[in-house]
């Protein structure tokens, strides 16, 4: 068998192999025969693969000492662009977080080093956050341990590159359908 075929029969034992969504359909075949269940297998499926890569990435970001909302703390702060500064208002507001959610993180994280509060010149009464240095560096590390992670994934389920484009397509108008509103 060439690599080439050896790699599409590959390709179709992931496609092919059953999985727990199979299971449920087919009981819900049993109970409810009139019962059209497309729906259900395609959010289960983006229901289970969204749990078993948020492990695998909050794995990959454990490795580095750091969790996944610490990470998107950084992350947020990173994306934003030098000077890596926002209030801890924008930083709730993006990361849909309480402020009591957020002053914990916020605590942690400057403790560890990765950030600073300081006082906001343009508001007395308010604060900013800053990347630090250190944090920079590890947001850096980890986003590339996360992509590592997810490429591994699209990978062993033998997606090529024109596969990987088209579900990220379709994906882009499932989420735009499910009502989210900003697509976060």
Excluded: N
């Excluded at 496609?15 to 087919?26: L, M, S």
């Excluded at 990347?131 to 590390?141: H, S």
């Excluded at 989420?175 to 509103?181: C, D, E, K, P, R």
């Amino acid at each position: 068998m060439s690599s080439q075929s050896a790699t599409h029969s590959g390709e179709a034992a992931v496609a092919a192999a059953p999985d727990g969504v199979d299971a449920i359909i087919e009981q819900w075949a049993v109970v409810r025969p009139d019962l059209e269940t497309t729906p259900m297998e395609v959010f289960g499926r983006v229901y289970r693969t969204t749990q078993a890569m948020g492990d695998r990435i909050e794995k990959a970001y454990r490795r580095l000492g750091t969790t996944r909302g610490e990470f998107d703390v950084l992350a947020t702060l990173r994306r934003h662009g030098e000077p890596y500064t926002l209030s801890p208002r924008q930083l709730s507001s993006t990361l849909m977080l309480t402020t009591g959610g957020m002053t914990g993180r916020l605590d942690k994280l400057e403790r560890a080093g990765l950030l600073r509060r300081s006082p906001d010149p343009h508001d007395r009464r308010g604060l900013q956050v800053t990347l630090t240095e250190e944090g920079k560096e590890l947001v850096d590390r980890a986003v590339v341990a996360g992509v590592e992670v997810q490429r591994a994934a699209l990978t062993a389920a033998g997606l090529d590159e024109e596969e990987t484009a088209q579900l990220s397509a379709l994906l882009r108008k499932l989420l735009a359908g499910s009502g989210s509103g900003d697509g976060s």
